[in-house]
């Protein structure tokens, strides 16, 4: 009974039924043209999946892609799909005398779908399994890791070189998700804290992108100093918040039990911490004085 309900994929949570039916899906698409089976479903999904993200992180529909990817520890769905049809070449290839073995070796030189799949051996740099017909099975876990390092940087080269994620660089981390995504279970919690290192939000550096605007103009209209209000100036230089300020350095230390931290190591600190208790206060003080700016853009 439990094998029938795993295979028929009840009592999974939706995720990873909907995750099994776009895996599955890649093996059926059109038969027709030069299109990548699967291809048009499989972009409703990585859509789908987009949305789900940033659901979770609750961010809205602009924000970076592949930002919000890395703060969960995702890959695009392509890489999983792609593994998945790997997997099943290798099956075919070796069900000898079967009718869908010799239905592909007739077709294997025009079939879109074979094609796709020895492109993505050559981008991967197995081409010699095209020309050799060498054993697929004893290369899955080299070609399963070099799918893996191939999304991760094509990942890190894109927030490396995004001007919208220059605040994002200083916590990016290749090698895991960002922890307080599973700290935080309380979502507007979460929300507050992803809008900040996503730059998701509506300070003058993001409102002045849409609008624009050269970087140099982006200034802040609550303190009127003349200084860019991005995220260092919102969260450690601008008057108008130092009484929240002063209170949420002050619990910070006291945690830590330190007399000094220098605006760089409490960043880093607030931002990748993993302990509830500094998401918090960080997600408290980051909440009040947004709650202060919009108050203060409200009555002026
Ligand atoms: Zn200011």
């Not at 074979?114 to 050559?122: R, V």
């Not at 979502?187 to 050269?214: D, Q």
């Amino acid at each position: 009974m439990f094998k029938f309900q795993v295979r028929v994929g009840l009592g999974l949570t939706p995720f990873q039924q909907y995750f099994r039916y776009i895996v599955a899906a890649a093996f059926i698409g059109r038969e027709t043209g030069d299109e990548y089976p699967g291809y048009t479903f499989y972009s409703y999904c990585e859509k789908f999946h987009m949305k789900f993200i940033k659901e979770i992180l609750g961010v809205h529909c602009k924000a970076s892609n592949v930002a919000c990817r890395a703060e969960l520890g995702r890959l695009p769905l392509w890489a999983k799909i792609s593994f998945s049809c790997i997997k099943f070449l290798e099956h075919l290839l070796t069900s000898e005398n079967t009718l869908v073995f010799k239905n592909f070796q007739a077709t294997k030189n025009f079939n879109p779908w074979a094609k796709k799949l020895y492109s993505i051996f050559n981008s991967l740099g197995f081409s010699y399994i095209a020309e050799s017909n060498c054993s697929i099975k004893a290369l899955l876990p080299n070609i399963k890791q070099r799918l893996i390092d191939q999304c991760t940087q094509e990942q890190s080269s894109k927030i490396y070189s995004s001007t919208k994620l220059k605040f994002y660089q200083h916590f990016y981390d290749f090698n895991c998700r960002s922890a307080y995504v599973d700290i935080l279970r309380n979502k507007t919690e979460r929300s507050i804290l992803c809008k900040i290192r996503l730059s998701a939000h509506n300070l003058a550096i993001e409102r002045g992108r849409h609008l624009g605007l050269h970087t140099s103009d982006r200034i802040c209209t609550i303190c009127k100093t003349g200084d860019v209000e991005d995220e260092s100036h919102f969260l450690f230089k601008c008057e108008k918040y130092s009484n929240y300020r002063r209170s949420f350095q002050c619990n910070i230390l006291s945690i830590l039990q330190k007399n000094h931290l220098s605006e760089n190591q409490m960043l880093k600190f607030c931002m990748n911490s993993n302990s509830l208790k500094v998401l918090r206060v960080t997600c408290s003080y980051i909440n009040n004085c947004l709650t202060l700016r919009n108050e203060i853009i409200q009555y002026s």
